[in-house]
């Protein structure tokens, strides 16, 4: 069969990751978070404490980062494993700053670019059906309601015993969506040909279906 490449965007909680995830398994694809590679470097900038206005200095960080991604969704940074420090609410707090400078972008654009050179990839993120793979075969956007996507963190948090507040929970999340969807450089933004999907009332097996049968046209 086939392989292709399959670009997931959308905003802030709205099921990328765990709708990409799937869809990679299900495809013995494998499954790249885009997002994480931009957690990654503003976790290293806050351990550095360097000035988030020092693009300069943020850049040359970058360019000396090894950031590596696994099968097991396993994130590290110079060999380290990060995974679990670059969800902290002052990682989510800067990163959409980090994420918003063009020579930033340019340097993890074409490591994506050379993640996803072979076909046999999900790839998620803001800017993948536009920028990383505008020929992708299959492009996704997911939408859902601000309400909707503020509760599913809510309740994330809630299961991880992690203090949470659904109203500050909302806020940030516009926030974010604000300074991704408004910066110059690759904004999120649903590529003309992508395929919207709103999730708000759908449940994560009616979203996978809707996908795969998506997929198995071009396959
Ligand atoms: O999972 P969540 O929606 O919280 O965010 P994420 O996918 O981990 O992405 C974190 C942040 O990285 C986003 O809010 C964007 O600022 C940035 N990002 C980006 O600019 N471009 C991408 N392709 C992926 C993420
Ligand atoms: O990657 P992104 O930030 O877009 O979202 P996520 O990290 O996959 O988080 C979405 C949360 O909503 C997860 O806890 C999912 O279990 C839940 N959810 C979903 O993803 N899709 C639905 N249709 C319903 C709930």
Redesign the pocket.
Known sequence: MKKIAIAI?G????G??TIAKLVAQKLNYIYI???????SLTLQVIREQIDFHDEGKIVSLLNDLDIELNQNFEVFINKQNITEEIRANDV?NH??KI??IPAV?DE?VKR?QNLAADRGVVM?????GTR?IPDAEVKIFLIASVEERATRRHDENRKKGIPTDLEKLKKEIEN?DR??SERAS?P?KKADDAIEIDTTSLSIEGVLQRILSIVDQEV
Not at 33 to 39: E, I, K, L, Q, S
């Open positions: 965007d905003p802030a909680a709205a990328k990751s978070d885009t997002g994480a590679m931009y957690r989510t990163v959409s994420a918003s972008r993890m994506q998620d993120g803001r800017d993948i990383v974010r300074m991704d690759s999120l």
